[in-house]
Each structure stands twice: as C-alpha cells, then as structure tokens.
C-alpha cells in the first residue's frame, strides 16, 4: 500500500490524501530549514577556513547552533515598517520570497520515486517558480520607498530576468536529451549515458560546457557572489533588505538560502546524475540513492561557498555584457549544435511519439 | 470533482476581482501587481483544463518576463496624478464609445454561444492520443500542421525587436568603451618598460600613453 494509500483507507478518500501530502511537505519542508541552517553555518566555515579564520566556533559544539541562536536573536527584533512605506507590498515581498522558495522543492525527486509532485511539466513548474522569486525582491525594493533598495530591486529585476534567457536554452539542452520535462525521467535518462558506464549528462561533451554555464547561471540566479549586485553592500548598503528587520528580513535570508540549496540540488539532477552513482556499476548501487543525492548537494553547496570566497564581484554593466553577449549566444548556438547532433546521429527523435518524417 | 469546481470559482473569482482591480487601482505600480495576481489565475484555470504546459509556458512568459518589465517601467515613470485626472471629463465621451462598441461585440460573441457545444465543467476537452504528453502533442502540431503561422509569429516578433533596439539605440560620443578582450590580452611585456636612465636624461614616454 502506498503511503498516501495509508492515509485514504484510514480517513476517507480527501482527508487522507490532504492529511497524507500535508505530512509530506513538513517532511520536505523541515529537512530543508534545518539544512539552510546548515548551510548558513557551512558557508561561514568554508569563508573562514579559505580566509584563515576559524569561523563561528563558540554556540554549541564546533559552533555547530550559531545559526539557531542568530535566528532566535532575529525573531525576538522588533519589526519596523518605515512610514513611507506602501505598508501591504512591504510585508507581501518577503512571504513570497520564502514561500516560493519552499514551493520550488515540491517537484525535487531525492531518490527514485521519492519526489512529492511527480509533474510531467516539472523542469517548467522549476523555471516559473524560479522566476517569479523576482518579485520578492523587486516589490520589497519598491515598497521600502527609499534610494538604495530601489536600486538594488532594479538591478536584481534586470540581472534575473537577463540570466533566465540563456538558463532556459541550457535546460532545452537538457530536456532534449532526456526526452522529457520530468525531473525523475531525466535523472533516469542518464543512467549510463555515456560510454553506457558513466552516469551523468556532465561527462557528455556535448553538455559539459553546458552545465559550467548552468552553474555560473546558478550563482547569478541565486544572486550569489560575484554577481550579488543586488545586495552589494559595498554600494548599496544591503539593497533590497536595508529596510527590512527582524522576522521580515529573516524570511529574505531563509528563501535565498532555500533557494541556493535548490540549485544545489538542480545541477545533480540535470547534469550529475541524480541519485544515481557516478559509475554505472552494480557495487556502488548498494549506497542508497538518497546518500548519492545528499552528497552530490553537499559537493555543490562547498563549490557554491568556494565561489563566494574566491571571487571578487561583477560591475554591473560587466555583468549585463555577461549574460547577454556571451552567455546568450553561446547557450543558444550550443542548443543548435545539440539538436543537431540529436537529429543526424542518435535515434532520440525518431523514437518521440507523435514523430514527423523528413 | 467538487475540488475542481471549488478550485475553478476560485480562480475565476480572484481572476476578475483582480483584473477590476488593475483598472481602479490608484497606483500604477499596484496596478501591475494586480495584473500579475490575475496572470497567476489564468495559470490555475489552464491547469484545471488539463493544459499544464499553457500554464506553466503562462506563468513563464507573462509573470516571469513580460510583467516584470511592465513593473519595470512603471517603477520608473514620475506620474503626476493631478495631471492624469485633470483630463477625466474631456476623455469621457471617447472612453465611452470604446467600451461601448467592446460591450457590443461581447454582447455578438455571447449570442452565438451555443449551449450545447460547451463541456461539462470539470470535463476535460479532448486530450492528447495515447502515450503522449501535453508538451508533445503541442510540439506536433505546432511544427508540422501550424508550421508557418508559428514561425511568421517568430518572424514578427524578431522584426519588433529589432526595431526597438533600431528606435532606442544611440552612439554617444566620448564614451571609452571597455573592450574586454584587449584587456585581458594585456601582458606585462606590452605594458611596461624597464628603463635606467641616465642622471638628468629622464623617460621618453613616446608610446606609452595608450
């Protein structure tokens, strides 16, 4: 019996199944708090060591609850709404930043059949989630009705919609191989995709470059360094958040971090193979798949941290040319060559239901 | 099936309350917020027609992209309210007639609906054959039976967009541009020159100057 199954025997057919995916998604939703948490403390650590410091050590073991006590410190703040502000959008921006956050990790699969909303259109639902948390961040910089997080809300806007364009062609890349827009069917789709012994779109060298552009997308996306212009606090202050106190901006600080964990968790899927092992070998299937995921992420997670340490940031009109003169056209000339290559030399279109002969 | 029609009110009812709301909202930018409220609730109701791709290409396209380039812009302009409404009175007469002739054609459009074609609620019409997706059956028709229609669409928008970038774009002069490339194929032994000179002779700075 399924779990949901469960649920439906034991207390009608709507209850159980509400009751049943109401569990689920604080199944999903906790694991994820805990891992911002997590995260925050994991960034700190990996700065601090590539910077020579020895990061926060003194709240818990190793320093390990640092986060909950900074968190705690935010939620006893009081929250303060600046008279100029639009009142209703300036308390909206920062609920949607974190709820679309959350709402973005319903359709993750985290191991074979282990994913909450199975979509057929789950890359899609990925995509318009991921662009619509512009908002959060360019009402927030309306709302507050002063200099620095209007700028930081237009440069935000302008930088996330810039880099969706070319995010798009690489997932066409991507979706192209896999036949699907099903998260599951394309971490199945690269079981020993290559050489049938590699699991993973990214040792394709058709695709390799692009998952390094899906990655340098991804800290853009997720406004990490060097492209965090919207914060910029060199310039800006903070940009969109200089306004915001307490729980408000502790809801920012949760969603991009929410956020910057689903793209741990995106690359793996689309380029790394899921929750499958890296070799398409009987030995390492005996890991659990869930372990392959959580690490892969966490691999992701220390390359995310490594960026922000290493790298100095973007100046604006550098990053536009970025994303719009080289990216774009890269991206788009590379999803040419990868449907060519498609249609001349594999079989992938012929097999498609619904074909059209040449 | 009561979810579904729960869930169709729903949209449908936040749908118009929030496109009335576009068109009473004093404020352009809240305006724009409205419109994106009403965008997100045709989503839900191509999503209740079985539609998941229209919905998602929906919220893609028109919340992801177009709306925030409205918000955008709206951000942006000073609007003077005072002068907005001065011409209220003057503009009613012409503001009348559009509606009025809207009005006439919906009027036309609802007199020809016949009852009988109309799906059940709930009902989902047609469907994709079997063993297709939504996404593929979109994609077979688009390209093989619509094939020109949509690349003439292509080809309209291309043209719009060229001549945006036609109509707004101007050469400044005295601008120094970055040329990135020449920047990064910048080496030491082109930039620098070591020298000894002689005591009182000075630096020849002939061709260093770039």
Redesign the interface.
């Known amino acids: 019996m399924t779990y949901t199954g469960w649920f439906q025997n034991n207390f009608g057919d709507g209850p159980g199944w509400f009751l049943a995916n109401l569990t689920l998604i604080l199944a999903i939703v906790l694991p994820v708090m805990v891992g911002v948490a997590m995260a925050v403390y994991a960034d700190r650590k990996i700065w601090a060591a590539m910077q020579m410091r020895r990061g926060p050590n003194v709240v818990g073991p190793f320093g390990l609850l640092q986060t909950f006590a900074d968190a705690a410190k935010l939620f006893l703040k009081e929250t303060i709404i600046p008279a100029g502000a639009s009142r209703a959008v300036f308390m909206l921006a920062p609920m949607i930043s974190f709820v679309l956050a959350l709402a973005i990790w319903a359709v993750m699969p985290f191991d074979a059949g282990v994913v909450l909303a199975d979509l057929n259109v789950g890359l899609l639902y990925v995509f318009a989630v991921s662009s619509m948390g512009v908002y959060g961040i360019i009402m927030s910089g309306w709302a507050s009705n002063s200099k620095y997080p209007f700028l930081g809300g237009l440069r935000s806007a302008a930088q996330m919609v810039s880099y969706e364009v070319s995010m798009g062609f690489i997932l066409v890349a991507v979706i192209l191989y896999a036949q699907s827009l099903n998260l599951s069917d394309i971490v199945m789709a690269q079981q020993g995709n290559v050489l049938g012994i590699l699991n993973g779109n990214i040792f394709n060298p058709l695709l390799f470059p692009m998952a390094i552009m899906f990655f340098i997308v991804a800290l853009a996306e997720t406004n990490r360094p060097p492209f965090d212009l919207p914060e910029a606090e060199a310039e800006l202050v903070a940009g969109y958040q200089v306004e915001y106190s307490s729980m408000s901006f502790a809801l920012f600080f949760l969603g991009e971090y929410a956020n910057i964990l689903f793209m741990c968790a995106l690359i793996p899927v689309l380029f790394l193979g899921g929750w499958l092992p890296p070799l398409d070998w009987a030995p390492l299937y005996l890991v659990p798949g869930f372990v392959w995921m959580l690490a892969k992420m966490a691999v992701m997670f220390f390359c995310f941290a490594w960026v922000k340490a290493a790298v100095p940031r973007y100046r604006y009109d550098q990053l536009m040319r970025l994303g719009w003169k080289v990216f774009l056209p890269l991206s788009l000339f590379w999803v040419v060559v990868v449907s060519g290559w498609l249609m001349f030399f594999t079989d992938k279109f012929a097999t498609v239901p619904g074909r059209v002969l040449l | 099936m009561t979810?579904a029609i729960f869930s169709f009110y729903l949209f449908a009812f936040v749908l118009i309350t929030s496109a009335v709301l576009v068109i009473t909202s004093k404020?352009p930018?809240?305006s724009v917020?409205w419109l994106?409220v009403s965008f997100f609730n045709a989503g839900g109701l191509f999503i209740l027609l079985g539609a998941?791709?229209l919905a998602?290409?929906l919220?893609?396209v028109y919340?992801?992209?177009v709306a925030?380039?409205f918000?955008?812009v709206v951000?942006?302009l000073d609007i003077d309210f005072d002068t907005l409404r001065k011409g209220f009175w003057k503009n009613l007469p012409l503001g009348l007639a559009v509606s009025g002739v809207i009005l006439a054609e919906m009027v036309l459009a609802v007199g020809v609906w016949e009852p009988a074609r109309v799906v059940a609620m709930g009902a989902q019409p047609g469907g994709p054959?079997a063993?297709?997706?939504?996404?593929?059956?979109i994609?077979?028709v688009l390209?093989?039976d619509y094939l020109l229609v949509f690349q003439a669409a292509g080809m309209v928008l291309l043209v719009a967009l060229i001549g945006a970038i036609v109509l707004t774009h101007r050469t400044r002069e005295g601008v120094r541009r970055?040329n990135?490339g020449a920047q990064i194929a910048r080496t030491p032994g082109g930039s620098t020159r070591a020298v000894q000179p002689a005591i009182g002779g000075g630096v020849d700075l002939k061709g260093m100057d770039k």
């Open positions: 979810t404020n930018v809240h917020l994106i998941e791709f998602m290409l919220i893609i919340v992801g992209a925030v380039l918000l955008f951000m942006m054959p063993g297709m997706s939504n996404t593929q059956w994609g077979a390209y093989t970055q990135i």
